[in-house]
């Protein structure tokens, strides 16, 4: 199947003005002025004058499953359904499972990124949870980052939290080495994500591993850094040492210290290129509010849809849509080793995309060629949607 979209400014993140794009199949297959509709063959056409094109969404921090428990059995939060995640314009999601790794297993996170892509987005994981040793579906870190290609990485694994194993800097080490040689062999990322907890120990565990390891510091990649100030003074030194940062959305509503706005200030303060930002949602974990005895006060759920809200505000807030934009596609899509197919448009890539109206909300969702969203109306939704 073909489809012609016409007229549109396009941001591949760069802006490269109006152009029309041709996809065939998944794929874009053609990016220029004024293509031809190519005669005898059935072809879709959609007029994109006035409207924006942007990549779709790449979501490096879902968890697919939900997540928490942490109030017990009654605080699981819910699976993702797909039309919660094209609504907020992401077509690319990296699962992760959280505290809970007894009642959710690698296994089961695997077959649901199985299920939201047979239902039209890209899925990918990270293998092991919060707690080390991880749990893994072959028994190693290792083997499962290079021989199951929709494992791109290992986490989020919690590190100066409460909730995490306690894990010591040889714990770490392990599994980050592990990470790293599976994603040589597998020509993954083999990302090291670190869920980032509120002890007072911060980042320093990670400084520790990047100082006493010959792992490069770009393994790693922490996130939730906006939780508390001091945590965040560290990142900014870690991505001064050339490490990436990951921003939870809509921190300020989840009580923590710093929002995305702010965090994205301080790092153009501090000299920083944005490249070393990307932005997730942690949609579908649990948002628990700790008293100081350490008792569950209050419970949330993140939502998807804080992606984009932060994403749009920031625009509002005058930094330009190249930059804003990288940081939900590009940017993300790099860190997960998924930049070859995600991320930006370019021929030969997912046909992965957002028509988005003049004030910027979204008109058009397509993932892997397949309109999911038309005129801000759902067209394909989740197996059991109704
Ligand atoms: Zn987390």
Redesign the pocket.
Known sequence: MLTLIKGGKIFTPEDIGICDILVAGEKIVGMAPGIDPPTGVAMDLIDAAGMTIAPGFVDLHVHLLGGGGEAGFGSRTPEIRLSRITRAGVTTVVGCL?TDNISRTPEALLAKAFQLESEGISAYVYTGSYHLPPVTITGSVKKDIALIPKVVGVG?I?VSDHRSSQPTIDDLLRVAADARVGGLIGGKAGLVHL?MGDGPRGLEPVFRMVRESEIPISQFLP??VTRNRSLFEQTLEFAALGGYLDITAGGDGLDFSISTGDALKQVLEAGIGLDKVSISS?AN?SMPVFDEAGKVVRLAVADIQQLYLDWRNLHRSGLPLTDTLALVTSNPARRTGLFHRKGSLDPGKDADLLILTPDLEIDTVMARGRIMIQNGRHIVKGTFES
């Open positions: 959280g989020e919690a869920h996130t939730h942690d974990g």
